[in-house]
């Protein structure tokens, strides 16, 4: 597992979470590298770095992505293992993650802040809603806290080692295999991995984790990732940011609402009233009420 010391004393490193991190290992490739790919299919092309600002953004806006393919991000990630159930999730990284079978897991778990312990949403069914009392929240991480080391404890007297808790082994017991062990530990266990893929494919990532709808602690991951890759590849970034991230998509139904909108000089309460009330918007324009919800809140 990697040094505290080297975390703390290395710019390389983002501190995540209660004790994560996220450390940039290697990289291969750069704005000019993009540029390099790209002027195989445009010719000589571009000669300044106003040029190559300006074709790294037509790249990314016209979805030509395989110059960004060329660049490579590798980092070693430390987080739980209910955080790595969701990365892994993106196939286009190549992963080594720490072995339980082969070593010892420490006896580190994640406990959540208590500014983000929260109710479940009522509007979301894959999200927190509020935030719960501080009284209650402290609650919740005694809860979390006496859980995980309770599971801790079962995990070292499955190993055959010294436990505070009563186990019920005959005086033979040796313990069980790692690998045996290890499935009493519960998912806010933090484990290791070293990730590498490539630009195109980290910048979707991070599109999609490091977005409010994204659970909070995988966005903790996505952030620092993209903190460390935004000073190398810095005009391609600023285009992501451009023409991904912040932007905003609209279907073939929002797109009608949208022209009608501005017929209606921009008020809803017109376009509604020529639909025939909100209702009437539903069926005229194909769409169901949550989707005319959030083209609205596009907006608003
Ligand atoms: C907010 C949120 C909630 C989610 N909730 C759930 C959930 O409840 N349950 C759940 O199971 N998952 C859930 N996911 C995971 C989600 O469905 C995707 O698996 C995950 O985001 C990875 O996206 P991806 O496949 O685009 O990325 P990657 O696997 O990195 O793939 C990148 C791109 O490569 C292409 N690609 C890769 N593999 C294939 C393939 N086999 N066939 C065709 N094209 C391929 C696709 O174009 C893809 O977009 C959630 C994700 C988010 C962001």
């Not at 935030?131 to 859980?147: G, K, R």
């Not at 620092?224 to 279907?251: G, H, N, Q, R």
Request: one cysteine or more; glycine letters at 6%; aromatic letters at 10%.
């Amino acid at each position: 597992m990697t040094d505290q010391a080297e975390i703390d004393n290395d710019r390389n490193f983002v501190k995540i979470l209660d004790h994560g991190f996220v450390g940039l290992v290697d990289y291969m490739g750069s704005d000019a590298a993009i540029v390099q790919a790209a002027r195989v299919s445009y010719g000589e092309g571009t000669k300044t770095s106003r040029e190559d600002r300006a074709l790294i953004r037509y790249l990314m806006r016209h979805q030509h992505t395989t110059p960004f393919e060329m660049s490579e991000v590798k980092f070693i990630i430390k987080a739980p293992i209910f955080v790595f159930r969701q990365l892994i999730r993106h196939r286009t990284a190549s992963v080594n993650e720490y072995s339980a079978r082969y070593s010892v897991m420490r006896d580190e778990f994640y406990v959540p802040d208590a500014s983000n312990i929260r109710e479940q949403s009522r509007a979301n069914k894959q999200g927190g809603g509020v935030v719960v009392s501080h009284l209650d929240a402290l609650s919740v991480q005694d809860c979390i806290d006496d859980i995980s080391s309770t599971a801790y404890q079962g995990y070292e007297g499955l190993l055959g080692n010294e436990s505070e808790l009563d186990l019920d082994f005959t005086p033979d017991f040796k313990g069980v295999a790692r690998e045996t062990a290890r499935i009493v530990l519960p998912v806010n266990f933090y484990s290791q991995l070293y990730w590498k893929q490539d630009l195109k494919n980290l910048l979707h990532l991070i599109n999609l984790r490091n977005d409010a709808h994204a659970q909070p602690e995988i966005r903790q991951v996505a952030g620092a990732i993209y903190s460390l890759i935004k000073p190398l590849f810095p005009m391609t970034c600023e285009a992501a940011e451009d023409y991904i991230f912040e932007a905003v998509t609209l279907s073939r139904m929002d797109y009608a609402i949208m022209r009608d909108l501005i017929q209606s000089r921009g008020d809803w309460s017109v376009l509604e009233a020529n639909a025939g009330g909100e209702e009437g918007v539903y069926s005229h324009y194909g769409i169901s009420k949550r989707e005319f919800v959030e083209l609205k809140s596009k907006f608003t």
